[in-house]
């Protein structure tokens, strides 16, 4: 028996694309599914200015397959010099969406980031007067706190004053990764919404640690416990508009990932949707797939939804899934899910 669900043309709302041979070979996956992407800025080195910004998107459309509609989203990487005007003549251009936060040290290439959150008040209170979104790697980085606990303190200790402090900033908590990243955005209706990764609906800390340490699945903020990723779930199946899709799609090489301190991050661009269509459906929730990939986004960012459609087969017999891609830096893994998914993507349509 074959099941066919046809959806709006999904987004991706944090996406990884890299540069150079990195971002020639892992760009087709996203382009082969998503209509648009929030691209990352956090290169070597980041992308800080409207410059800055005009140059990799013009690197970025210059690598899509041919015949490729895909639309670069371009943020900029929030530093402590970053100049308020440059930001706000980049969003009245068109040429950015949002702004990237990283505290300083919080994941790849964060080095750059905010340490003192007083030098980019003025950054932060012209983005609320314009309307331009903040995007947030919610995780302090304090060596007394456990990697664990990361998220929740920085709700507590950095969000919740922040938010306070600039009224009516648009604020996307990215990536979140626990119950308690749930909970705040539930509990406020206006001006605040989150991304949810593929992987971390699918795998807790155990998959990385237990029986052996599993570093593809080693991700920045990491997996947590099982009731962590139940909730997520949770948030993702259920409609609510404040939930949308970020794959955070982190390709790095397998010497990158294997080495003694290696790189975080798990590449989901290839195989997001057929995940996405097994853990709805599995959770009974295929109805409000649509929503997640394609609808809840475009509402938050003040965008139309995609015009086109993407279809998905479920199949009888489960079909393989590739493990690798090669590049011109290395091969790249595939992340695992750990199941094969019985569906796969068999149309997709740009509008």
Not at 173 to 195: C, F, N, P, R
Request: aromatic share 8%.
């Amino acid at each position: 028996m074959t099941h066919q669900l046809t959806l709006r043309t999904p987004d991706d709302w944090h996406l990884h694309l890299r540069d150079g041979a990195m971002l020639r070979a892992v760009l087709p996956y996203s382009a082969a599914h998503f209509a648009r992407a929030i691209i990352m800025p956090n290169l070597v080195p980041p992308v800080v200015t409207g410059a800055d910004a005009v140059a990799y998107r013009d690197r970025i459309l210059s690598a899509r397959p041919a015949g490729s509609d895909f639309t670069p989203l371009m943020t900029l990487y929030l530093t402590e010099e970053t100049d308020a005007g440059d930001v706000a003549a980049a969003h009245a251009s068109g040429l950015i969406t949002a702004v990237k936060l990283y505290p300083a040290g919080a994941t790849t290439n964060s080095a750059s980031g905010v340490a003192d959150f007083s030098r980019v008040q003025d950054v932060l209170e012209r983005m609320a007067e314009i309307g331009l979104p903040l995007c947030v790697h919610g995780e302090v980085t304090d060596s007394d706190i456990d990697i664990f606990d990361r998220e929740a303190v920085f709700i507590d200790r950095v969000l919740d004053p922040l938010r306070t402090r600039v009224p009516g900033l648009k604020v996307v908590m990215e990536h979140i990764t626990t119950s308690q990243g749930v909970d705040y955005v539930k509990a406020h209706d206006k001006d605040l919404a989150a991304t949810i990764t593929t992987h971390h609906l699918v795998i807790n800390r155990n998959h990385i640690l237990a029986g052996g340490i599993r570093p593809h699945y080693y991700c920045l903020p990491v997996a947590k416990r099982e009731e962590h990723r139940l909730a997520l779930r949770a948030a993702a199946t259920s409609g609510d508009a404040r939930f949308f899709l970020g794959t955070d799609s982190a390709p790095h090489t397998d010497p990158a990932k294997l080495q003694p301190c290696g790189c975080a991050g798990c590449f989901t661009a290839p195989n997001t949707m057929a995940i996405l269509a097994h853990v709805f459906n599995e959770d009974g929730a295929l109805e409000w797939l649509e929503s997640f990939t394609s609808l809840n986004g475009p509402a938050f960012y003040g965008l139309p939804p995609n015009e086109g459609t993407i279809t998905l087969l479920k199949e009888a017999q489960d079909m393989l899934m590739p493990t690798h891609i090669k590049t011109e830096d290395g091969p790249v893994t595939i992340f695992d899910p750990g199941f094969t998914p019985g569906w796969h993507v068999s149309d997709v349509s740009f509008g």
